[in-house]
């Protein structure tokens, strides 16, 4: 298994308060990935980083912000929580082949 | 922007009967993968095809590549209840390194 964890697992907050999530690899991959998981929509791209300090936006990117200043975390931050926010939030990493993906065990978060 | 188009989207079958899932899209795809999220787990990779008209199995489930690179297909045979989960489809671009999800097929297998 690919070493990925998430962490926290689940979080229940209220609405307006920061939340950030982390991803962390020790696969050295250069690609990392957030997604949100919703009933009806699949999986949808957040953010994504490339390296060390380069990150771009994804198809939902609106009230999230990512950071990565080392290889191994990747950290999405909602920066004022809102309840259509309450999803389950997967991190992955990118093989450089086929950019087969392997994911982490999921957040669960719950925007009160 | 690349969409993927699963189907069906819910499918409830009996132990030993036989199902496909298809992918459509009207873009190209470099390649495409198949995964399978079990509940509260992440999606797992079963396969990846690359080549147009590539056929690959896995124990009883077999993946087709269309041979335009547009779509593919997930045949299981005689499906049993240790199948059931989320299976998903996701492209791979041309180029860059986004993939295309599809939305899935959640599979229940009925004992």
């Known amino acids: 298994d690919a070493g990925i964890t998430q962490s926290p697992r689940h979080k229940v907050t209220e609405t307006g308060t920061p939340v950030t999530l982390r991803c962390h690899q020790t696969?050295?991959?250069?690609?990392m990935y957030w997604y949100r998981q919703d009933p009806g929509h699949g999986l949808r791209l957040i953010h994504y980083?490339?390296?060390?300090?380069?990150?771009d936006k994804g198809e939902v990117s609106d009230g999230y912000s990512v950071s990565r200043s080392k290889t191994e975390d990747f950290l999405l931050t909602l920066e004022s929580a809102t309840s259509s926010q309450t999803s389950v939030y997967f991190c992955a990493i990118s093989a450089p082949r086929y950019n087969e993906q392997f994911f982490g065990p999921g957040t669960r978060l719950t925007v009160l | 922007t690349q969409l993927l188009e699963q189907s069906p989207q819910f499918l409830s079958i009996q132990e030993g009967e036989n199902l496909t899932v298809y992918c459509n899209s009207s873009s190209v795809f470099s390649s495409l993968q198949w995964y399978r999220q079990e509940p509260g787990e992440g999606p797992v990779l079963l396969v990846t095809?690359?080549?147009?008209?590539e056929v690959k199995k896995l124990k009883r489930l077999t993946f087709q590549f269309g041979d335009a690179r547009k779509d593919s297909s997930l045949h299981i045979t005689a499906a049993q209840p240790g199948d059931t989960g989320l299976y998903l489809c996701?492209?791979?671009?041309?180029?860059?390194?986004?993939?295309?999800f599809g939305e899935g097929t959640q599979l229940t297998v009925n004992p």
């Open positions: 996701a492209g791979a671009p041309t180029s860059g390194s986004r993939l295309t």
């Open positions: 095809v690359v080549t147009g008209g």
């Open positions: 980083s490339y390296g060390v300090k380069d990150t």
């Open positions: 696969e050295n991959h250069r690609y």
